[in-house]
């Protein structure tokens, strides 16, 4: 079974950092592009980081460049999203994705399997 399974998510102060993990299982993320994206309430599901499976290019949006760091692990099957200098927007079910972005690029409506999401919420 095809499956992407987010851990890591949860209550955090502003300016604090936490790090998802996407683990897959089923498949190999080799040769897939990843990415990550996020929902909050009210509001249209987003993209936040995606990174190329060749070259390891990544794209970040404007809203978290030079915070948040995507990564990969082909040996693990596991992409993560480090998230640091959180602020209160941040705030959102984030989830990961398979796609088929070119490198460098990013979008939901590429994007293939999606996990189940977890929630990041940013608050004192």
């Known amino acids: 079974q095809v499956q992407l399974v987010e851990s890591g998510g949860g209550l955090v102060q502003p300016g604090g950092s936490l790090r998802l993990s996407c683990a897959a299982s089923?498949?190999?993320?080799?040769?897939?592009?990843m990415g990550w994206f996020r929902q909050a309430p009210g509001k249209e599901r987003e993209s936040v980081a995606c990174i190329g499976s060749l070259d390891g290019g990544t794209y970040y949006s404007d809203s978290v460049e030079g915070r948040f760091t995507i990564s990969r692990d082909n040996a693990k099957n596991t992409v993560y999203l480090q998230m640091n200098s959180l602020e209160p927007e941040d705030t959102a079910v984030y989830y990961c994705?398979?796609?088929?972005?070119?490198?460098?690029?990013?979008?939901?409506?590429?994007?293939?399997?999606w996990g189940q999401g977890t929630q990041v919420t940013v608050s004192l």
């Open positions: 994705a398979t796609g088929f972005w070119r490198s460098g690029q990013c979008g939901t409506g590429l994007a293939e399997t």
């Open positions: 089923g498949f190999s993320l080799d040769y897939y592009a």
